[in-house]
C-alpha cells in the first residue's frame, strides 16, 4: 500500500526538497504541494491524503489554523498531520499538538527519521513518544513568556472509568504500554486496550492528543511527581 502524502509549505525549495525526498521511498507518494493555508485546506480536501506535512508559518492562513480545521473536520477524519517546524522547541509546536497535529519534526530532521514518521502517523500511531510529549508539554508550561494552555474542564475525564483515568496519568507521565503494564502488573495488550478506549471516550486522535488533554484538564501538572 502506498501511502499519500500532501506538503504544504511556502517555500518552493523546501517543498521540492523534501518531494525529492519522499518520492524515493517506495511506499510513499507526495499527491499535491501547497504553499499556504488556504490551498492545503482544498487540496486535503480534494485528494484525501494519508499525512500532510505542514509548516507553521505562512502568509494568510497558518499552519496552526489549516491543522486545526482539518482535525476538526469529519471528512477528513483519516487524514494526519505532521507539523514542521524551523526549531524544534518552537513556542508554537504546543498549540500545534493542541490544534490537532499528530506530531512535529524539525525541519533539520534526518531523511530516514522523516520517511518513518510519516509510516508511523499514517498507522494511526502518535508519532511523538509519550515521554517526548509530556516533556515538551512541561517545558512549554515553564516558560514564563508563554501562555499557559487554556484549561479543559475536569468533568471531560467523568466519561472514563477510574483504570482508564490511572492509565491516561500515566501516559501523560511519559509511561510506555510496556511501562504501565509492568507498573500495574498487567499485559501491554490490555493496558493498550484502555488507553485506545479512554482515546475513544475523550474523542482524541492519537496518543499525544490524549497526553495533551491530561493537562489542560490537570490530571497532572507539569513538576508533579511520577504516579507509585
Not at 130 to 141: G, H, M, Q, V
Amino acid at each position: 500500500m502506498t501511502l499519500r502524502v500532501l506538503l504544504v509549505d511556502d517555500q518552493v525549495l523546501i517543498r521540492s526538497g523534501f518531494a525529492a525526498l519522499i518520492g524515493s521511498a517506495d511506499d510513499l507518494e507526495v499527491v499535491g504541494e501547497a504553499g499556504d493555508g488556504t490551498e492545503a485546506l482544498r487540496l486535503a480536501a480534494d485528494l484525501r491524503p494519508d499525512v500532510v506535512l505542514m509548516d507553521i508559518r505562512m502568509p494568510g492562513v497558518d499552519g496552526l489554523t489549516a491543522s486545526r480545521q482539518i482535525a476538526a473536520s469529519t471528512e477528513l477524519a483519516d487524514v494526519r498531520v505532521i507539523v514542521l517546524t524551523t526549531f524544534e522547541a518552537d513556542e508554537y509546536v504546543f498549540e500545534a499538538l493542541r490544534s490537532g497535529a499528530s506530531g512535529f519534526l524539525g525541519k533539520s530532521v534526518e531523511p530516514d527519521e522523516l520517511l518513518d514518521a510519516i509510516r508511523v502517523v499514517a498507522q494511526g500511531e502518535a508519532l511523538l513518544s509519550p515521554r517526548a510529549t509530556s516533556s515538551l508539554i512541561a517545558r512549554f508550561l515553564a516558560e514564563p513568556r508563554t501562555a499557559a494552555p487554556a484549561a479543559a474542564d475536569a468533568a471531560t475525564l467523568d466519561v472514563l472509568t477510574e483504570r482508564e483515568r490511572e492509565m491516561v496519568a500515566l501516559a501523560a507521565h511519559g509511561l510506555s504500554n510496556d511501562d504501565i503494564a509492568g507498573r500495574l502488573y498487567l499485559s501491554p495488550l490490555t493496558v493498550k486496550t484502555h488507553v485506545n478506549r479512554a482515546m475513544t471516550k475523550l474523542q482524541v486522535r492519537d496518543r499525544a492528543q490524549l497526553v495533551v488533554l491530561a493537562y489542560q484538564t490537570r490530571l497532572v501538572r507539569a513538576g508533579d511527581p511520577e504516579p507509585r
